[in-house]
C-alpha cells in the first residue's frame, strides 16, 4: 500500500485538519464530533441542507457545504456510515429555524443512523425532513443496499435543493423538490482498478490486468460484469445505455450530464468519455443544457468513471446555474 498518510486510524482526523486549513473561509470543521458546517453558521430563517457517509468520497459531502449547497456534512470513517451522534450534531448546527431536510445515500447504515438522528433532532424541535437518493441504475440490492445504490446524483441533487434553500424555499418545497430530482436522475459506473482502504492495506478487490469492471460501487462493490478493458467510446456507451433506458430519454429531452472520475482517473481520460456521451445522447436528440466533468463522487484511487444523467426543465436549470461557493464546487459568484 503506496499512500500520502501517517496513521491508517487518524486518516479522516488529519483530513478534517488540513480542510479546515485549506478552506476556513467556507467552512468551519469540528472534530468531536466530526462535522462540516458552512462559514459562520446557518442562514436565519432559511432550511437547512444536511448530508453525509463515509469518508474516501470527496470532494462529496464535506466539499460540497457552502453557499448554494450543503449548509452542513458528516463524515464517517472511510467507507463507513456515520453514528447518528455527529449527524445529530450537523443537524441542530444547520437549523437557521426553518427545519433541515437530510439527503442520504441509499445504503442501510447511512438510512438507519440519519433515521435516528432524524428522531434526536426532533426532540429537540427541530423539524427533519428526509430523502433518500437511489439512482444506480446498475443493481437493485448490492451488498450494501436495499435497493438501489445512491451514488452520483447525490451531487446533482445536493446542488439543486442547496440553491432552493438559498432562495428561501420552505422545508415542504425543498422535500417535494428533492423527490422531482430522485425520480428524474440515473447513474452508472465502471472501474480498471480496485481502491485500497487505509486501515485494510490491501485492494477491496482483484481486476485483471486487462479487466474492467462495469456497474461497479463507490465502495468496491460488485458491478453487472467483468469484461476485457475497451476502448473509451464502448465504455461510455456501456454506462449511457443503461441510464438512457432507465429514463426513457428520446429526442426532446432535456439534460443535464455529470461525467464523473473515481479518483485516480486523469481529466485528459474524462475529456474522452465526455466526449463520447455527448455524441451519443445528441444522435438521441437528447439536448445537453449542462456539464460537469471531474472528480466530485470519488472512490479513494481507484481507476475508473461514472456517468450520471438529470432530466430537467427550465425551473431545475435556473437552479443549478444559481451561485454556488463551496471548497468542491464554485460559480456565480
Known sequence: MKKLINDPERVVDEALEGMALAHGDLVEVHLSPHYVVRAGGPPAGKVGIVSGGGSGHEPLHGGFVGHGMLTAAVPGAVFTSPTPDPIQAATVAANGGAGVLHIVKNYTGDVLNFETAAELAAAEGIEVRSVVVDDDVAVKDSLYTAGRRGVGGTVL?????????????????????????????????????????????RP???????????????????????????????????????VVEDLDLGSGSRVIVMTNGMGGTPLIELYILHRAVERMLAD??????????????????????????LTVEDDLVELWDAPVCTPGLRWGM
Open 157 to 201: 441533487l445536493e446542488k439543486i435543493v442547496g440553491a432552493a434553500a438559498e432562495r428561501g424555499d420552505d422545508l415542504e418545497a425543498c422535500e417535494a423538490l428533492a423527490r422531482r430530482v430522485v425520480s428524474r436522475v440515473g447513474s452508472m459506473g465502471m472501474a480498471l482498478t480496485s481502491c485500497t482502504v487505509p486501515h485494510a492495506g
Open 204 to 242: 477491496t478487490f482483484d481486476l485483471g490486468e486487462n479487466e474492467m469492471e462495469i456497474g461497479i460501487g463507490i465502495h468496491g462493490e460488485p458491478g453487472r460484469e467483468r469484461l476485457p478493458v475497451e476502448p473509451a467510446d464502448q465504455v461510455a456507451s456501456r454506462l449511457l445505455d443503461p
Open 284 to 309: 438521441r436528440g437528447v439536448r445537453v443544457e449542462r456539464r460537469l466533468v471531474g472528480n466530485y463522487i470519488t472512490s479513494l484511487e481507484m481507476q475508473g468513471a461514472s456517468v450520471t444523467v
